[in-house]
């Protein structure tokens, strides 16, 4: 056998050899035909599990902090609209005090003189109006009014004075309830004076039946309800025009508004004309007293307990 035919034998040899080989490798056995699919499917549900997990932990997450968010806010518009309710309530008592003050005025304004001692006939028996004091609990839930440290300080900001001005309003319905008793019994002395003094034909001072004394704290009870009268109205009108000052920075402005309670707002020129119907009262000649007191000093301090704090610097 010559060179030529052997490497013919060993090619043939060869490419037999990898024939094999590649049939081999072309071959797929039945257990590869089960385990790959398997291998994958498990390998599939272990990324779509993991995957899975993770995006429903991000809504979850999600949802709580939205969940958490809403009830932040439920909360602060409950809160906000509690406010906004006590703000209402209190002016509507301020407004329902200040009109039934209107209507106690109304009975003798225009028909006082300077003249002291007539002025306790001039105020009639008033019957036309409950004296009746107030509730003025409401105050309790402002304290968010109330100014923070190195805020600015407004006029209405402090409970206290709410409280002095409503308290004052009380006072006030009974010292007029008192000054009714008081006129009423006067009122009827005088009637009896008349008839006393017609039937006999005597002088009415000789058929006087209530003593000077007497007559002498009508007239003071009389100054001091219409002085105090007066003073009241006028921080009440105050209070309802001024209260938004102290109560607007307090308000919250960035929630919804359609979810908020509706502050009342009063009208600023009703409020004007209500506020000068009065203005024109005739007040009393207190220099009669004068003489009766040692000093100025003291004439003066008398004359200010009657009045109201607002026309003090108006007394001669």
Known sequence: MDIEQLDAVLISTSLSSIA??????????????????????????????????FFNKRLQHASDRAAVQRYKESQLIERENLNREAINEVLLLANSCYTNLIAIKDNYSER???????RVSEVPVIKTVKFE??????????????PKEG??????????????????????????????????????????????????GTSAE?????PPHHIQLLMQITERCIGLTSEVMTDLDDFISNF???????????????LLTRVFHFDEENQAQRRVIFEHEVKPDFSVLRP????????RQFIHSLVSRHERDLIV
């Open 151 to 200: 805020e600015e300080l407004k006029t209405w900001s402090q409970i206290p004075q709410m409280e002095m001005m409503f308290s004052n309003y009380n006072s006030l319905m009974g010292l007029w309830q008192e000054r009714n008793v008081m006129a009423q019994e006067y009122l009827e002395s005088r009637i009896a004076e008349r008839s006393g003094s017609s039937d006999s």
């Open 20 to 53: 094999e080989k590649l049939a081999k490798l072309s071959e797929k056995s039945w257990g590869w035909d089960i385990l790959v699919p398997i291998l994958t499917a498990g390998l599939v549900a272990v990324i779509a599990s993991l995957l899975t997990n």
């Open 292 to 299: 009766e007191f040692p000093d100025e000093a003291t004439y």
């Open 206 to 210: 000789s058929n006087n039946q209530m």
């Open 112 to 118: 006082l003189t300077t003249n002291l001692y007539a």
């Open 244 to 258: 938004k000052e102290a109560f607007k920075p307090s308000l919250n402005k960035e929630l919804p508004p359609e």
């Open 133 to 146: 004091p107030v509730d003025y609990r409401v105050l309790t839930r402002l304290s968010f009014v109330a």
